[in-house]
């Protein structure tokens, strides 16, 4: 892996230096579930919600430079419809699927009053988790019960679990493979160090499985 870019966020933020190795072991587990066919779900409640959101973002489209489609799928779209296909295969970029457990309203508000509300995420991890996927729990406390539950589900199911939150861990280290605990334990100072800890997992992810033309 080129740590290029962790070296260079470690000189803007260098009180993440003692994280360097747990972003690195992040950033391959990530990188070994995509290699074996897996998705990454990723849960949190508040910003750490809007967070999880925001990594979807920059994994399921391109982040710092174009993936274009594979040209047999491009051949594909254009084959099935000639105009409108070739417009999508000079349009549309690969992913790497990621779900944020956030992002499903009816879902989620379905599990709260026929089950119960701190099992929102643990039900989609149920649903969504196999043995090569992960799962990202954002907690800036580590004691989210809901963040928690999904968890101790993924664990009991296979999936490798990475806890991204602040400098205590909370409970959730305890459920842990790769832990991730900035050195901060108010909430915003806390928010503040992730943004830079999951810029860099996307960019290394990317930079790994889109490597060619890969420009910061």
């Known amino acids: 892996m080129n740590n290029t870019y962790i070296n260079t966020m470690l000189v803007k933020y260098p009180a993440l230096t003692d994280c360097r190795d747990s972003i690195i072991s992040a950033a391959e587990a990530i990188i070994r579930c995509y290699k074996n ?17 925001h990594i979807v973002g920059e994994l399921m489209k391109s982040f710092l430079k174009p993936r274009p489609l594979h040209s047999s799928l491009c051949y594909q779209l254009k084959n099935t419809d000639e105009e409108r296909g070739a417009y999508l295969g000079a349009k549309l970029q690969q992913g790497l699927p990621a779900i944020s457990l956030n992002a499903h309203a009816a879902l989620i508000s379905a599990v709260a009053n026929d089950i119960d509300a701190d099992l929102v995420f643990a039900q989609q991890v149920t649903g969504y988790g196999k043995p090569h996927d992960v799962l990202i729990g954002i907690s800036t406390s580590g004691n989210s019960q809901n963040v928690y539950d999904a968890m101790l589900a993924a664990k009991a199911m296979g999936l490798q679990t990475i806890v991204l939150t602040g400098q205590s861990g909370g409970r959730m280290k305890m459920l842990a493979d790769i832990l991730i605990n900035v050195p901060a334990k108010e909430t915003p100072a806390v928010q503040e160090l992730h943004l830079p800890v999951y810029h860099a997992l996307c960019i290394l992810v990317e930079e790994h499985f889109f490597p060619a033309t890969f420009n910061r």
């Open 37 to 53: 066919g897996g998705k990454l779900l990723l849960c949190g409640n508040g910003g750490s919600a809007a967070d999880s959101d």
